[in-house]
């Protein structure tokens, strides 16, 4: 039996990374999408506990969540009709722009991905810049998702700009964007605001998935469930 891959993201279940995705991991396995209606970008891993969701059957083997990319991965795997038995791997991805250093924190794609690695599977979070070849990259996940089946590991991989075909393992990084809160006004004369600035700087930080990022090459980055700092253990104890 083939193996049967479940593949989200946070950008739409239409969108051209997705869907070159799925063309590659089809080669490979089963695949079923289940994405979300509409672009989720920086949803993190908001799951939408207190509104209904509407699972919609796009064609054969895709469907279309009107809710988070959390959302998508814990409908599909518990909703009766969505998967014909338990997949062997959760895909998100492949993500339109990347998810380096802390934006993992925020990221919809890490979370798609992450949900699945909470369920117990294996689980990959694919992001690439815009001008990277993407049935190259996906070639990459998909290789990768061969050698990964049978082991329990979260991994986060991002393909940068100019990017050659080298790859590397990588620590988390610090990617620093500008932070800022711009004031508008809406054609009725209301104040809404705008925040996020698009500039990005990363501090030099050798060895990782940032440093990657600056030299053109991919990054492959492990990523663990345990929030725990365990290096502050002692000292919490002393707050007792």
């Not at 001008?131 to 990964?148: P, Q």
């Not at 600056?214 to 990054?219: E, G, K, T, Y």
Request: net charge neutral.
């Amino acid at each position: 039996m083939r193996p049967l891959i479940l593949l989200a993201n946070d950008d739409g279940y239409a969108r051209r990374g997705i869907r070159a995705m799925h063309a590659v991991l089809s080669e490979i396995a089963d695949v079923v999408i289940v994405a979300p209606e509409l672009e989720q970008s920086a949803s993190s891993h908001a799951l939408s506990l207190h509104k209904p969701l509407r699972l919609r059957r796009v064609e054969d083997g895709i469907w279309a969540v009107d809710g988070t990319p959390a959302d998508c991965v814990y409908v599909a795997l518990h909703h009766p009709k969505v998967l014909s038995r338990k997949p062997d791997l959760v895909v998100s991805g492949m993500n339109h722009g990347l998810n380096l250093g802390q934006v993992a924190f925020y990221s919809g794609t890490v979370a798609a991905a992450r949900e699945g690695a909470l369920r117990g599977l294996p689980a990959i979070a694919a992001s690439a810049a815009r001008d990277v070849d993407l049935d190259r990259a996906c070639r990459v996940i998909a290789s990768i998702a061969g050698k990964i089946l049978e082991r329990k590991i979260l991994l986060s991989v991002n393909f940068p700009p100019k990017w050659a075909g080298k790859l590397q393992v990588a620590h988390v990084g610090s990617r620093t964007y500008e932070e800022l809160v711009d004031l508008r006004k809406d054609p009725r004369g209301r104040d809404y605001l705008w925040i996020g600035g698009a500039g990005v700087h990363h501090e030099p930080d050798p060895g990782s998935d940032t440093d990657a990022h600056d030299a053109a090459v991919a990054s492959i980055t492990p990523l663990t469930l345990d929030l725990t700092a365990k290096a502050e253990m002692k000292f919490c104890e002393s707050l007792i």
